[in-house]
């Protein structure tokens, strides 16, 4: 180690910074980017909270406000009757949770990940040495590494922010699935008596859902249907076509 101690003693001490600074965030992200190559460190499957079919609810509030207050003559006592009532109800129906994104709005990026900022460092440390190295001009090398370390850093949550609008995209909202065309493969009951099953076209996919049909008649096998409702539980309510 005396020729890493003879090396390290001929930097200055802006040289020796930079390198403390650009080393370390280096073997961090070779680290994190061999982890994600092998799989590692990616999150579970994803929930849509925008799929909230069913969720109705009511709250009925019955508040007693009328006061009756009277006063004998000899005002030797009281008689106070309360009696009457108000009534509040409310009704929560329908709710959608959206996904709190707009495509390509840069208020949904999050600069601030792990990510970002060991990209920043990594950037910064290695872009103000060279500059450094250079020029000599400490005050240049650390202006070269913040904007080039800040546009590392937006790229990478501009990568970030693409991959979560792919995941969503590739996310079944079943509210989109209300018009959609279909065909029955287990026979559906009459008069919502029963579930059967339907396959529905969604864009380019063909998915399965359980489904219920308020007609009078029952729906068999290769009936062609139409998507008029979703109930809880996400059962599609079908009329024949």
Request: one cysteine or more.
């Amino acid at each position: 180690m005396e020729w890493f101690t003879e090396w390290w003693g001929s930097l200055d001490t802006m040289s020796q910074v930079l390198f403390c600074v650009a080393l370390p965030s280096t073997v961090i992200l070779l680290i994190q980017t061999i982890m994600i190559i092998l799989g590692f460190g990616h999150d579970g499957a994803g929930v849509n909270p925008s799929d909230t079919s069913g969720f109705d609810g009511s709250t009925d509030i019955d508040i007693s406000t009328d006061v009756d207050i009277s006063l004998d003559a000899d005002g030797s006592g009281a008689d106070i009757d309360s009696s009457g009532g108000t009534e509040f109800e409310t009704d929560v129906t329908d709710v959608n949770y959206g996904d709190g994104s707009s495509h390509g709005d840069i208020g949904t990026m999050n600069f601030f990940t792990v990510q970002g900022v060991i990209t920043f460092f990594c950037v910064f440390g290695w872009a103000a040495l060279v500059t450094y190295t250079l020029s000599k001009i400490a005050v240049l090398a650390v202006i070269v590494g913040l904007v080039l370390g800040l546009a590392a850093m937006f790229g990478v949550a501009k990568i970030l922010q693409l991959s979560k609008k792919l995941a969503q995209n590739g996310t079944l909202n079943i509210r989109n699935l209300l018009g959609a065309s279909g065909t029955v493969y287990l026979v559906i009951p009459a008069d919502g008596e029963g579930k059967g099953k339907v396959n529905v076209t969604s864009g380019e996919r063909l998915v399965e859902f359980d489904a219920i049909t308020d007609e009078k008649e029952s729906l068999p096998d290769g009936t062609s249907v139409r998507v008029v409702d979703i109930r809880s539980g996400n059962v599609l309510v079908v009329e024949k076509v």
